[in-house]
C-alpha cells in the first residue's frame, strides 16, 4: 500500500471508530444529540486522533485503552469548531460545504451541542477505565487532555485569538496563539498516545516536542496557503487572512522565509522522532505530507 | 451554634475552598480567566458542593479528596448559568444584581468563559488523583460528574427546556427536564460525596434517591415562589413564569397540591436518609430549609 492509499484506509478505521462512541439519537433530548453527531460527522482530516494512534504505535501500544480517548479528542476539537463558528464569534454559516451547527440546528442549539461535546468527551474518555482498568496512564492521559484543552491550552489561544481580532499581532503573542490554540490538541494527542503505551516520561517529552513542532509547521502551512493556493484546490475561501486583516506568520515574515521555516520545523520534528529510537514509517510519511501538503 | 450560623460558616467554608481553585489571572489570556471567576464569584448558595461535602461526612469521609471535586461541580455549575444568560438563550443582563458575564466581558468572551470553566472543572476534578492517590472512589466519581452533567443529565434538560420554550409541557416532560437539568448536578454532588467516603453501592444509591427528592422539591419550591413571594423576599422578578408562559409544577397541578407534595416529597428524601442509618444533623437540617426557604 502506498501512502495515500495507508492513509484513507486509518482515516476509515478513525471514522469507525468515532462512529462507535456517537450517542444514540433518541430520548426527549433527541435535538442536541443530532445536532452533536451532525456536528461531528462532517468529517475533517480526523489529524488528532490519528496522531494519537499513531504515537500510541510507535511505542509499542496494542489494544483498545486509546479509543476512547481518540474519539474524545475528536469530540474536543469539533466542539471548538461548533463554538468558534457562532454568530457571536466567526459567524461562518457553512464548514466543509455544510451548513454549521447553529444553522442546522438554531444559535441555542449550537451552543448546547457545543457544550454537550466537550462533556461528553470526558464522558468517553473516562470509559478508559472500564476498556483497560490495568492501565496505569490513564488518569495521566486525563490530565494531559484536560490541560491542553484548556485555559492554559486551546480555550486559552481562542480567547487571545478573540481579543487580538483586527490589531497587529507581535511575534510573540502570534507565537502564543499558534503554539495554544493549534498546537496544543495536537501535543495532547500524540503525549497521550505515548502515555497510553507506557512510554518513559523522557519519550512522552520528546514526543510532545514532535507534536509542537508539527502543530506550528501545520498552522504555518495553513498560512501559506491562504496566499498561494486557489479556491479550487483549497476548497474554501483564500486572501481571507488579508481581508480580515489579519497578522499571520507569512505576513509578519514573509513567503520565502515561511516556507523555509516549515521544512526547518518539519526536519526537527522528524529529527526528534527519530531520537526516541523508534519507528513508524507510517507517523513519518504523515508528517511530512503535513506540511507538503496542498489544501 | 444554630442553623443559620452553621450555614453561614459552612458557605464561608466553601468560598475559602473555591478561591483555592481558581485560576490565577495572569499571561496573555487573562482576560478568559477574569471571565472565569468573575463568574464563580458572583455568589449563590452553593448549594452543591454544600451537599457534596455533608454526604462526604454523613459516610464517614475526611481530609481533602472532596475539595477538588466540591469546586468541579460549582464550576459546571457556573458555566451552565454562564451559557443560560447569553442572548440565544435567555438573554439575561442581570444575575445576582450584577451583571452577566457576557454583558460584562462581551458575547463571545461569555461563551469562551463557559467553555473554559467546564474544562477546568475536569481539569480540577482530576487533582483528586494528586490530592489522594490511595482513594480508589476517583474514576467512579468522575465518572457520576461527567454523566450527570452531561447529555443523559444537565445540558439533556437544558435542551429539552430550550426547544420546548413557549410549549406547553406534558407532566412528564416537565419531570423529565426538573430531574435532568436541576435534578442531576445535586444527585452526582451527594453520590460523589458518598463515593469519595467509600460508601457501599446500595448507600450510594440510597443518596440518590435523597438527591433527586432534594432537587425536585427544590426545584417545585422555585415555582412556588414565583408566584407567592414578593420582589423585595426573593430579589428577583416574581409571576415571571406566568408573563412567559411557562409550564411548571403550579401550573400544571396547582398551588395547593404543589405545597404538599413539597412536604411529601422532602419527608420521604428524609426517610431515605435515615436509611442508611448514618447521622449527620446539619444535613437534615438543610433539606428541611431548602422546601421551606422563602428565596
Redesign the interface.
Known amino acids: 500500500m502506498n501512502f495515500s492509499e495507508e492513509l484513507k484506509k486509518r482515516t476509515e478505521e478513525i471514522e469507525g471508530i468515532l462512529e462507535r462512541y456517537l450517542?444514540r439519537e433518541e430520548?426527549?433530548?433527541r435535538?442536541?444529540?443530532e445536532a452533536?453527531n451532525y456536528s461531528v460527522r462532517a468529517g475533517g482530516k480526523r489529524l488528532r486522533p490519528m496522531l494519537m494512534a499513531e504515537s500510541y504505535r510507535l511505542f509499542g501500544g496494542s489494544g483498545p485503552v486509546v479509543e476512547p480517548f481518540m474519539a474524545a479528542m475528536e469530540m474536543i476539537h469539533t466542539?471548538s469548531l461548533v463554538?468558534d463558528d457562532?454568530?457571536?464569534?466567526d459567524n461562518d454559516e457553512y464548514r466543509r460545504g455544510r451548513k454549521t451547527t447553529h444553522v442546522a440546528y438554531?444559535?441555542?442549539?449550537?451552543?448546547?451541542a457545543?457544550?454537550?461535546l466537550?462533556?461528553?468527551a470526558?464522558?468517553t474518555a473516562?470509559t478508559a477505565?472500564d476498556t483497560a482498568p490495568g492501565n496505569a496512564g490513564?488518569?495521566r492521559a486525563?490530565?494531559i487532555l484536560?490541560?491542553k484543552?484548556?485555559?492554559w491550552g486551546m480555550?486559552?489561544?481562542?480567547?487571545?485569538d478573540?481579543?487580538s481580532e483586527g490589531q497587529p499581532l507581535s511575534r510573540e503573542?502570534l507565537d502564543?496563539i499558534y503554539s495554544?490554540k493549534t498546537g496544543a490538541l495536537i501535543e495532547a494527542s500524540m503525549m497521550i498516545g505515548a502515555v497510553l503505551a507506557g512510554a518513559s516520561e523522557e519519550d512522552v517529552q520528546r514526543i510532545g516536542q514532535v507534536a509542537s513542532d508539527v502543530g506550528l509547521a501545520f498552522q504555518i502551512q495553513d498560512d501559506i496557503l491562504d496566499v498561494t493556493s486557489t479556491v479550487e484546490v483549497l476548497g474554501k475561501p483564500i486572501h481571507s487572512d488579508e481581508k480580515n486583516n489579519k497578522t499571520t506568520y507569512v505576513t509578519l515574515e514573509g513567503l520565502e522565509k515561511a516556507s523555509q521555516d516549515v521544512e526547518e520545523i518539519s526536519a526537527r520534528a522528524l529529527r526528534t522522532l527519530g531520537s526516541t529510537g523508534r519507528e513508524n514509517t507510517f507517523l513519518e510519511e504523515l508528517i511530512r505530507y503535513l506540511i507538503s501538503r496542498e489544501k
Do not use: C, W
Open positions: 450517542p430520548g426527549f433530548q435535538t442536541v444529540l452533536m466542539y463554538h457562532l454568530p457571536a464569534m438554531g444559535e441555542a442549539m449550537g451552543i448546547l457545543g457544550d454537550a466537550l462533556n461528553y470526558y464522558e473516562l477505565f490513564i488518569p486525563l490530565k484536560a490541560r484543552a484548556g485555559i480555550v486559552g489561544g481562542q480567547s487571545v478573540v481579543e503573542k502564543f495554544l
